[in-house]
């Protein structure tokens, strides 16, 4: 069992930065593929960023591929998405999540999910 904790988020004026963190509860942190993920009010969860094991591989929605980053430090098991020049319409609740990494990061199939953590962005 995985357990993720995200934090970071908050209100925020358009054109402002956050970073967000995804803790995970596990020794084996390394070997999974790790995924963010956001949905806003009256939407569908939608994909926003994966990063392989080991940070090699990274993908990106096409809405945030400028203006996002992930990166994961798996000395202190966390992942983080560099969230630059936000927008309104990033407005959502943000999930990480965890799955077994794969060959395609667009195949991982995520088993673990946090909680989620909010961020507002005012026009």
């Known amino acids: 069992q995985v357990q993720l904790v995200e934090s970071g988020g908050g209100l925020v004026q358009a054109g402002d930065s956050l970073r967000l963190a995804c803790a995970a509860s596990?020794?084996?942190?390394?070997?999974?593929?790790m995924g963010w993920f956001r949905q806003a009010p009256g939407k569908e969860r939608e994909f926003v960023a994966s990063?392989?094991?080991?940070?090699?591989?990274?993908l990106y929605a096409d809405n945030v591929k400028e203006r996002f980053s992930a990166s994961r430090d798996n000395a202190k098991n966390t992942v983080y998405l560099q969230m630059n020049s936000l927008k309104p319409e990033d407005t959502a609740v943000y999930y990480c999540?965890?799955?077994?990494?794969?060959?395609?990061?667009?195949?991982?199939?995520?088993?673990?999910w946090g909680q989620g953590t909010q961020v507002t962005v005012s026009s």
């Open positions: 999540a965890a799955g077994a990494d794969n060959l395609y990061l667009t195949k991982v199939i995520y088993d673990y």
């Open positions: 596990t020794r084996t942190f390394k070997i999974y593929a």
């Open positions: 990063i392989g094991f080991n940070g090699g591989r990274i």
